[in-house]
T-cell receptor
Framework: GAVVSQHPSWVICKSGTSVKIECRSLDFQATTMFWYRQFPKQSLMLMATSNEGSKATYEQGVEKDKFLINHASLTLSTLTVTSAHPEDSSFYIC??????????FGQGTRLTVV | QKEVEQDPGPLSVPEGAIVSLNCTYS??????FMWYRQYSRKGPELLMY????GNKEDGRFTAQVDKSSKYISLFIRDSQPSDSATYLC???????????FGKGTRLSVIA
């Protein structure tokens, strides 16, 4: 099946620092990837749509300067949480769609900001 | 009305029971229907992907779509404790639009 790999699976960082999360489609090309955030016992909340070679499209209420998204190739999208604060602590998940097969998710990244 | 409605549960069943999970949706333009299983602190895992009305079976899982009623179901036969997870329905339009998720149903299968 289609595989989406996300790295790191968990990270702890100090308040004020930046953290980069990578999302790779291992066996297919993805012109579009999606980034989600999930709080405990809640459903996934779409943050932004990442488009290869162009700017990401952010959902209402998501700060684009805080959550930098880069989709430099057909198999890699990155999410950088800049100047992280404790309230940014959450579970971040990426997804990529494979036409005719559905959408596949990465393993998720648990971010803890201390 | 939300685009996708799903009863969040929790749902608790004994081992071996048949589980029925359901979602309704409001937009008749939706074309693709998926069910995901999510374990705690993991990314969602795609279980079933369908795009037409009717049934699709894969092992112990059966996905059912009724486009006329805008109703989708997932059945799990011979449920196992390892099936305990949150199950999310997701619906998709054409193109590169994002998935529209239900809230997820928490299922516990008791041994």
């Amino acid at each position: 099946g289609a595989v989406v790999s996300q790295h790191p699976s968990w990270v702890i960082c100090k308040s004020g620092t930046s953290v980069k999360i990578e999302c790779r489609s291992l066996d297919f090309q993805a012109t579009t990837m999606f980034w989600y955030r999930q709080f405990p016992k809640q459903s996934l909340m779409l943050m932004a749509t990442s488009n290869e070679g162009s700017k990401a499209t952010y959902e209402q209420g998501v700060e684009k300067d805080k959550f930098l998204i880069n989709h430099a190739s057909l198999t890699l999208s990155t999410l950088t949480v800049t100047s992280a604060h404790p309230e940014d602590s959450s579970f971040y998940i990426c997804s990529a769609r494979l036409r005719g097969r559905g959408a596949f998710f990465g393993q998720g990244t648990r971010l803890t900001v201390v | 009305q939300k685009e996708v409605e799903q009863d969040p549960g929790p749902l608790s069943v004994p081992e071996g029971a048949i589980v029925s999970l359901n979602c309704t949706y409001s937009n008749s333009a939706f074309q693709y229907f998926m069910w995901y299983r999510q374990y705690s602190r993991k990314g969602p895992e795609l279980l079933m992907y369908t795009y037409s009305s009717g049934n699709k079976e894969d092992g112990r899982f059966t996905a059912q779509v009724d486009k006329s009623s805008k109703y989708i179901s997932l059945f799990i036969r011979d449920s196992q404790p390892s099936d305990s997870a949150t199950y999310l329905c997701a619906i998709l339009n054409s193109g590169n639009t994002p998935l529209v998720f239900g809230k997820g149903t928490r299922l516990s299968v008791i041994a």
